[in-house]
């Protein structure tokens, strides 16, 4: 039954996408690339001090990366960049380990917990993270919490 609703809300967020639009003055714009699957995006992003103030995307790809775009746009939007990364470490241990976590809310970016069963479709679920991971480099407040 939650794995319906889930799959149900993965592919409407695929399809009515959150976030899905060019922002023309995006202090970040980052092109990002899933090679195993082909997936593509970009990014944008306004960060003012610790805040990520605006995050939109564009891209075209699976159904699982489209959503997982939306999702993490939706969930980072407003968000402190120490909000952010603690957010990060728990999505990629939802997807990577199927921990679901009790700490932080995922938001509908819950939804694509079953993305844990499907190993070779990892870097899908993980694209937006990691495009917001390369996007963050230059952005000196990021805390560095993922290197491990
Ligand atoms: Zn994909």
């Given at each position: 039954m939650l794995q319906d609703l889930y799959r149900k809300l993965v592919m409407e967020h695929a399809k009515?996408?959150?976030?899905?639009?060019?922002?023309?003055?995006?202090l970040i714009k980052l092109h990002y690339k899933n090679?195993?699957?082909?997936d593509i995006m970009t990014l944008y992003l306004n960060v003012e001090n610790d805040l990520i103030t605006q995050a939109a995307f564009e891209g075209e790809g699976c159904s699982i990366s489209m959503a997982s775009c939306s999702m993490m746009t939706e969930l980072v939007k407003g968000k402190r960049l120490e909000d952010v990364a603690i957010l990060r470490a728990a999505f990629e241990r939802l997807i990577r380990d199927g921990v679901i976590p009790t700490e932080v809310d995922l938001g509908d970016a819950l939804?694509?917990?079953?993305?844990?069963?499907?190993p070779a479709r990892y870097n899908c679920a993980l694209m937006p993270w990691q495009a917001l991971d390369k996007a963050m480099l230059n952005i000196s407040q990021y805390p560095k919490l993922l290197e491990e």
């Open positions: 009515y996408r959150r976030n899905y639009y060019k922002l023309d003055d995006a090679p195993t699957c082909g939804a694509l917990e079953g993305v844990h069963k499907l």
